[in-house]
């Protein structure tokens, strides 16, 4: 799963998920089998995941993080942000699902196509990442409307 090393990575392909229901390996949703995910991964989360990768190391099917079941598995990741979020409160409303609509709405208002950002997501459709987008960019409207503004100045 896991290259042994990570040098000049910008992404990662994310072939299978770990199932809530089942707690196994199964194909990424809106997927076929064998089809991946690739996601966008800033240097400073591949430093961290190769110094972890090396004190670790990996299942032998080569999954860096583990449970008693050898998975690592939804409701682990649940409690762990819980005793997270009690040590350190997040902000109102926010959870760890916010963090993906966070990442969605940064990138996309940040210029990255809304289709890349559907691709990273895993959503079957750009609607539903603008309709995650859209509710966090609330000062798009008067930017267009300026922006418009603008324009018909100039070509008056």
């Known amino acids: 799963m896991w290259p042994t090393t990570f040098t000049g990575c910008t992404s990662r392909s994310i072939p299978t ?3 809530s229901n089942t707690h196994r390996p199964e194909k990424l949703k809106h997927r076929k089998v064998g089809e991946f995910r ?3 991964m800033p240097r400073s989360v591949r430093e961290a995941i190769e110094r972890y990768r090396e004190k670790h190391g990996t299942t032998p099917q080569g999954y860096l993080l583990r449970g008693p079941s050898g998975y690592y598995t ?3 990741e649940r409690r762990r942000a819980r005793t997270l979020f009690e040590r350190l ?3 109102d409303g926010m959870g760890m ?3 993906r609509h966070y990442f969605a709405s940064y990138a996309h208002g940040n ?3 809304i289709i890349d950002v559907a691709e ?3 959503h079957k459709s750009i609607e539903e990442t603008f309709r995650t987008c859209r509710h966090l960019m609330p000062g798009s409207i008067t930017k267009a409307a300026r922006i418009l ?3 018909l100045w100039e070509a008056a």
């Open 111 to 113: 210029g990255i196509p």
């Open 17 to 19: 998920c770990i199932g």
């Open 74 to 76: 939804e409701p682990m």
């Open 120 to 122: 990273w997501m895993g």
């Open 149 to 151: 503004d603008a324009g």
């Open 89 to 91: 409160p997040a902000m």
């Open 97 to 99: 699902y916010g963090f």
């Open 38 to 40: 690739e996601v966008p």
